[in-house]
């Protein structure tokens, strides 16, 4: 087959695929529902109106958002649905360039109390947050910043692909979910960002997280208090501060954190390696049954750490 001849097939496929997607009632493109591809135009709304569509709908759905760039101001999807909604994001979601938009709001995008959610596909999530590290570099008073991605209070998920650059804050964030499976997720921050954690795991149980690379500011993977469970393998940590549990203690009363694996990990010019840190104070919280296992490390200040008496500013509890 000719080059020309096979230019004509791939694009009378994509066509094909095209139709089949504006055409499948079970696929919900946020282009029909007024969404931009132009990186300026807020489309939060339009992504709104699509998720709720897909969301009600009786059969497993699939919102599409095609290639382009698609400006959000924050945006929340709320459940629960009347069946598992996949989340097909092939172009790129860019945040507000003024940090002070969402710099004092806890996330930009937030998925919540949904059951069998697939957030699938090669897109990208762009927190701008380039504007903001340098504000709080310059020692002025900034907002704290907003999470990229948080998925909370949901069960059966699934992110597979996705790949988040120059979040304001933590990159994405699982909190007081079930069985979640994340794998070929990419992290990508400048070294000296400040506190921009690939991924955060707390309140979680059943958590996998494989085959992915994080390179960022601050902890490539950190596991918070509550989460049980948790298996890391494959992962490409560089730079940034490790993997880390914790910090844990910070409050007196707080639920421990066990059965964690962390195997087949590749830690390259990283602060730490693999940490657990606590504060210095009494606290009812533990760590029980860790693994670190077939962990290399190239070019690490601290390979294996654990902290005790974890302090990060002036202002810190002491052990009484």
């Not at 990419?186 to 400040?194: D, E, L, Q």
Request: charged share 10%; net charge positive.
């Amino acid at each position: 087959m000719t080059f020309p001849a096979i230019i004509c097939l791939v694009l009378a496929l994509l066509s094909m695929f095209i139709s089949l997607v504006l055409a499948d009632p079970t696929i919900f493109n946020v282009v029909s529902y007024g969404a931009k591809p132009d990186g300026k135009t807020d489309s939060a709304q339009a992504f709104v109106s699509a998720w709720t569509k897909a969301c009600a709908s009786m059969q497993p759905a699939t919102i599409y958002v095609p290639a382009g760039k698609f400006a959000l101001g924050q945006v929340i999807f709320i459940g629960p649905c009347s069946n598992k909604v996949n989340v097909m994001l092939i172009g790129t979601l860019v945040a507000p360039s003024d940090y002070t938009v969402l710099g004092n709001k806890a996330y930009w995008v937030v998925f919540q109390n949904i059951n069998g959610l697939k957030v699938s596909g090669n897109g990208i999530l762009d927190g701008q947050g380039t504007s903001l590290w340098a504000c709080k570099s310059s020692g002025k008073s900034c907002p704290l910043g907003a999470t990229t991605l948080e998925i909370t209070n949901s069960n059966n998920i699934v992110v597979s692909g996705l790949t988040s650059i120059n979040s304001q804050m933590f990159h994405i964030v699982v909190n007081a979910c079930n069985n979640v499976n994340m794998q070929g997720v990419r992290v990508i921050a400048a070294g000296n960002s400040i506190n921009t954690n690939g991924i955060h795991v707390q309140l979680s149980s059943n958590v996998t997280i494989l085959n992915s690379n994080m390179r960022t500011g601050d902890d490539c993977i950190s596991v918070g208090p509550g989460t049980i469970n948790i298996w890391i393998e494959n992962v490409a940590c560089g730079p940034g501060h490790g993997i880390s549990i914790g910090s844990l203690g910070k409050n007196q009363q707080e639920t421990g954190v066990q059965n964690v694996t962390i195997t087949t990990a590749n830690f390259t010019g990283t602060q730490n390696g693999v940490r657990i840190k606590s504060w210095p104070r009494p606290s009812n919280g533990f760590a029980r049954n860790i693994i670190f296992q077939h962990v290399n490390m190239v070019n690490v200040q601290n390979p294996i750490i654990i902290d005790q008496n974890y302090c990060p500013s002036k202002d810190c509890p002491h052990q009484v």
